[in-house]
């Protein structure tokens, strides 16, 4: 993980938020690099998603809804994690970890605590755990009051089934359909921790699928497979280094009938990337108890009336982002020196194409490769030119960033308008016309 | 006005955020097409600041920062509007909008409120106004005291500031050179209005350009044009629906030492829409200040040290969203029926082809449809299929959203691969064969 944080910062993928500030823990910024990729991530899915599947919409809800949303969610009540106090000197620590446990059961927290001292000050002082509301708060308004609470969505899925009969309606769909966003949710996390895998402030790719309660199986098994095809295929993650986990019943969330994971093989351990939950009928029929809205479906070839199932697949942008960073991360030794190079796909690539002359003091040369570089990169925008040392110096650089081609131009430009082509992962060099390079 | 919030609802591109529960004020969600149209006006911009300009990087910053970074930025002390409790009944009012002055001096309004009674209760029991700040105010882990409070942004910027140093380093890059930023900011309006023109959450896309300070002027003039090219050329809008409105002494924000905005003509009035503002040294003298870090710039050739100028272009994502569907909306005559469409770029539109097989009810007409639907879709990926109704009525579901091209399949396809491709704007159609379709 050290050498992914490290390269993240080095080279413009990642950096701490409000750095200079000192940062502030859980929160991080995407570099110049780093919105790259992740605009490249985001819009292979919402390609896979939103425009390869007819029956499947996009929707871009606002952060702060209703707060009655969250009452209806369960999120007011349930999304709790256990704290303890200590009397003695007033710090506040996670219930369960300090009882070495995965368990929130807070009688049994009790029991484990009872002889634990409270870890800042030594002294055995740990009051009764309690439940923590993990949502982030402010008010709406000009007024400090209850009656102006709202909150900081802990999950977009909460405004797709707000909007399920707006989009039903004005898409006229036919069940089954799809509602996915992207966009920004907020965890108050008492231990933000390993670098972007569990933050306060994250962006979330999610997909309701509202079916027939009849196809309920057949429909989660078939999410479950794009789970893995997507991350495999369009992610380009090994498959070594991925494996299914499915929720036992005590670990499913609150809404959740039935829930299978891709983990995916993190430095601290195979971890949550990407999940697939059958929620069943949890969120429109209480959405319909609390708004008193009509949330059902009427089917017309029987005539019946149903709430609609829904299953869910949905994943952290910033866990694929590293996932995607982790899996591309190679080290070998090229004319006895180690090198780092990025195994990116090439679509995901935060640089397509770098260009250099083969040297900076030869204006003809310069004029030459500024002439390639302007074609490519009006072509494909992320194009990025680079005179800086010694053409070996600059592979390295770019084979850091994951840049798939790399193109020279020396004195056979000048004859024949040819360039070479570098591959990042066989480092093999090639002659191609400079036609040819952008009819790629 | 209502006719474009009655067709952005009616047609799924924009709803109110949490409709089922009343929706909240200030608050809005994109639907389907919306979401379409919102991406696209992002990559346009992100393509012609980020991909087009060599030295332009790109960041996605976190919405919650260190607040120092707003002690910093000046929002903690100046980001206030002018409020006015009524003693009586404990409403809270805007004092500027209740003494219909656009001024935000506190004795003035005060001189002004004198003899105003409260709009709720008709008392004369206005107390004295006072600044309100507008920023959005939650905590961060799990105490709720004053060393915990962090705000929602109230302006992307502040990151791009907080990140000059880093892309400078990581990106190698020499002034001048600019950072661009798509994303969320939060004010605490007392009373958003006017649709998605005034509201709590919003996007906005900035881009800070940091300069040597002599270059000011030049650079300055340079992003007004980019601005007014932006918004004509990218946008589509039409030059006589905008004008330039340069701010007065009184009227520019904090930071700013000469502001050029422009204004579009909402069905409010002329508003802004975009604005290119002159920051000086204000942004990064202070974080240099508030931080303790050197921000100062080295420039090799002059051995010079100095804090960079910045110049500012920035605009509202719902505040463009809505200009280019204002500009777009046309009503003409056809056949003596009103028709309503919209004449989007290509490059905006929410769709680009809507698919049709001439009656639904021949086989061989919807399986070749579906056919040439299937191929368009996977070139282009937002591609409608729409068999509902008879053909005109299918022709003005298309134009109601901007929808330029509509094919139709029909029994001469059959013989001859050929399809009917008509016109949004013109309502003219012809015969095209389908290979010429996907190699438009």
């Known amino acids: 993980m050290e050498d992914i944080v490290s390269l993240c910062k080095r080279r413009g993928f990642v950096f701490q938020a409000s750095e200079i500030y000192g940062g502030l823990a859980g929160f991080y910024d995407y570099g110049p690099l780093g919105v790259e990729l992740l605009n490249n991530i985001k819009q292979e899915w919402w390609q896979a998603m939103v425009h390869e599947h007819e029956n499947i919409f996009g929707v871009?809800?606002?952060?702060?809804?209703?707060?009655?949303?969250?009452?209806?969610?369960?999120?007011?009540?349930?999304?709790?994690?256990?704290?303890?106090?200590?009397?003695?000197?007033?710090?506040?620590?996670?219930?369960?970890?300090?009882?070495?446990?995965?368990?929130?059961?807070?009688?049994?927290?009790?029991?484990?605590?009872?002889?634990?001292?409270?870890?800042?000050?030594?002294?055995?002082?740990?009051?009764?755990?309690?439940?923590?509301?993990?949502?982030?708060?402010?008010?709406?308004?000009?007024?400090?009051?209850?009656?102006?609470?709202?909150?900081?969505?802990?999950?977009?899925?909460?405004?797709?089934?707000?909007?399920?009969?707006?989009?039903?309606?004005?898409?006229?769909?036919?069940?089954?359909?799809?509602?996915?966003?992207?966009g920004k949710a907020f965890r108050n996390e008492i231990s933000p921790r390993d670098f972007i895998f569990r933050v306060r402030e994250l962006e979330q790719m999610e997909m309701q699928y509202f079916i027939n309660p009849k196809d309920e199986k057949e429909s989660y098994e078939r999410w479950r497979e794009f789970a893995w095809t997507f991350v495999t295929e369009r992610m380009g993650i090994n498959e070594e280094n991925i494996q299914w986990h499915e929720h036992g019943p005590e670990e499913r969330a609150h809404y959740a009938a039935a829930a299978h994971d891709i983990y995916f093989k993190f430095p601290q351990g195979f971890k949550e990337l990407m999940g697939t939950h059958d929620r069943t009928d949890f969120d429109l029929g209480n959405h319909q108890r609390v708004s008193g809205k009509d949330l059902q479906y009427y089917e017309e070839e029987t005539k019946q009336k149903f709430i609609p199932y829904v299953i869910e697949s949905s994943m952290g942008l910033g866990r694929i982002f590293l996932a995607v960073l982790i899996n591309a991360y190679c080290e070998d030794e090229q004319k006895g020196e180690k090198r780092i190079f990025l195994k990116l796909p090439e679509h995901l690539a935060s640089v397509k194409y770098a260009v250099s002359p083969l040297l900076k003091n030869k204006p003809e040369l310069v004029d030459k490769a500024r002439e390639v570089y302007k074609m490519l990169k009006e072509k494909y925008g992320a194009v990025m030119w680079d005179d800086n040392g010694n053409i070996g110096k600059r592979y390295r650089?770019?084979?850091?960033?994951?840049?798939?081609?790399?193109?020279?131009?020396d004195f056979e430009t000048l004859e024949n308008n040819t360039v070479t082509i570098r591959d990042r992962d066989t480092t093999e060099q090639k002659r191609v016309s400079i036609d040819e390079l952008t009819n790629r």
Chains 1, 2 share one sequence.
């Open 60 to 182: 871009d809800g606002a952060i702060i809804q209703n707060p009655k949303l969250w009452e209806a969610s369960g999120h007011i009540a349930g999304f709790t994690d256990p704290l303890v106090d200590c009397k003695n000197c007033g710090a506040r620590h996670r219930a369960d970890h300090l009882a070495g446990t995965d368990s929130t059961d807070l009688l049994e927290l009790k029991k484990l605590l009872t002889d634990k001292a409270c870890p800042s000050c030594g002294k055995k002082a740990l009051m009764e755990p309690r439940k923590y509301n993990m949502m982030m708060k402010t008010w709406i308004g000009p007024v400090e009051d209850d009656s102006s609470i709202a909150y900081l969505r802990p999950e977009t899925a909460g405004s797709i089934f707000t909007n399920y009969e707006n989009v039903r309606e004005t898409m006229r769909a036919k069940l089954p359909f799809g509602i996915a966003q992207i």
């Open 397 to 409: 650089r770019q084979d850091e960033i994951g840049t798939p081609n790399c193109v020279v131009i």
